[in-house]
């Protein structure tokens, strides 16, 4: 009889989809995107690829980890997200997508198991590609398995060089219309009692709602309201965010990379409260 397991390296099933106009547009209408350019059918917002994957990544999340391979987990959150972009996918595009058990690895708040999730055409041509990181909180485990993640640490010094900032307004309605658009209904998000049974004070924002205004920040000040110039958005969930509250997000210019692009550091706040560190964006050239 073999030991429990977590199956890093171990690819799921392959699902096919399309990217529909008016999905698309509902994404940027429930992230409070500021870019008119998806209602005219020019890109489809950065992270609404998300909409498309939610199932394989509860499916590989649910089959990655045998029963005993983690002791001690009491709960879990999405702990980080990290996206590239290859090229880019419009609406009428046709796709297909898997995710694969990146890693294992331990931190001091829980076990962090991260699902890689390649989103390709039918031709087989990557278009984005996600890492998406799950913290099982107290979860331990014997060792660290798998590649490390790449690294996106904010750089303390891009502090100085403050490019702007933008605020959107949380709505009351504001995780019901992400639900709607997203397929994201967990009940902490929508139900304020569930969310005080996980020990929250009422329903709060889905993280990837977060996660896609900090892309639409990033995209309007740092790189002309052009999304086809993102290549890379990674960033780390340290806090909620609750309805009727505002969201600002804090852009900073981090320097260049080596073909010309640019490299962009970015943190979300609420309530005083930073609730997205480590943020980081990479631009191609202009």
Not at 263 to 284: M, N
């Amino acid at each position: 009889m073999t030991d429990p397991a977590i199956h890093v390296g171990t690819k799921f099933e392959s699902y096919t989809g399309r990217i529909d106009h008016d999905a698309a547009m509902a994404y940027a209408l429930a992230t409070n995107d500021p870019n008119p350019i998806y209602a005219s059918g020019g890109a489809v917002p950065p992270i609404y690829t998300v909409s498309l994957i939610l199932p394989a990544y509860l499916q590989a999340g649910q089959r990655s980890v045998d029963p005993g391979a983690i002791e001690g987990v009491t709960g879990g959150v999405h702990g980080e997200h990290d996206v590239y972009f290859y090229d880019p996918a419009r609406p009428g595009d046709d796709l297909e997508w898997s995710a694969t058990t990146h890693c294992a690895k331990q931190t001091p708040a829980g076990a962090m198991v991260t699902q890689r999730i390649l989103v390709s055409d039918l031709q087989g041509r990557p278009l984005v590609e996600h890492y998406w990181s799950t913290l099982l909180i107290g979860g331990k485990i014997a060792a660290d398995i798998g590649p490390d993640l790449a690294d996106h640490t904010f750089p303390e010094d891009a502090r100085s060089r403050p490019i702007g900032s933008h605020t959107f307004e949380i709505a009351g309605d504001q995780t019901f219309r992400y639900a709607g658009a997203s397929t994201d209904h967990a009940n902490i998000h929508i139900d304020d009692e569930a969310a005080r049974r996980n020990g929250f004070p009422s329903k709060f924002l889905q993280g990837l709602c977060t996660f896609a205004m900090c892309s639409g920040a990033v995209v309007r000040l740092g790189a002309d309201g052009d999304p086809d110039r993102l290549r890379r958005l990674a960033g780390r969930f340290s806090a909620p965010v609750f309805p009727r509250h505002e969201l600002t997000v804090d852009v900073y210019d981090a320097g260049s990379a080596d073909d010309g692009g640019r490299v962009l550091a970015f943190e979300a706040s609420s309530q005083g409260v930073t609730v997205i560190k480590h943020g980081r964006a990479e631009l191609r050239p202009a």
